[in-house]
């Protein structure tokens, strides 16, 4: 039985929040020049029309990180004219999910969540590489 509580635990939503903003915190600590990562492409594939243009480079990545990690633990969801657009086609795509069990919707959100965290983290984690290999230091 404490094997299903460790694993529990291991795998708990707030965990999950916890690591991608201790990974945030960590690339910060170690980024100390973030200009840097000015004009660095990113290797990543990211939906760079839904973010904008700020994932173009290594720094625009840097700031949207910090900006998710900043929602993440003050909870405000900041309104962006830009993004409430895209939120409003997203919506319009996920109507027919309103209709299904709520306990079914939750679990998809919280698998949904899980999933972005999870990608995120190794995101952030990636960057903190890259600049550590842009600096010279080998990790």
Not at 67 to 75: F, M, N, Y
Request: hydrophobic content about 40%.
């Amino acid at each position: 039985m404490q094997s299903a509580d460790a694993k529990f635990k291991r795998n708990s939503l707030f965990l999950t929040l916890r690591r991608y903003s201790s990974a945030v915190s960590e690339m910060e600590q170690t980024i100390l020049l973030p200009s840097l990562l000015r004009d660095m492409p990113s290797d990543e594939v990211w939906d760079c029309e839904a973010a904008e243009e700020t994932c173009k480079d290594l720094y625009g990545n840097y700031l949207m990180l910090k900006a998710i990690r900043t929602t993440v633990e003050s909870g405000l969801i900041p309104l962006d004219d830009h993004k409430a657009k895209n939120n409003t086609a997203l919506n319009k795509t996920l109507e027919p999910l309103l209709d299904t069990d709520p306990e079914v919707l939750f679990h998809f959100h919280v698998r949904g969540l899980f999933s972005v965290m999870s990608d995120l983290t190794k995101k952030t984690q990636t960057l903190t590489e890259k600049y550590m290999d842009i600096i010279g230091v080998a990790n």
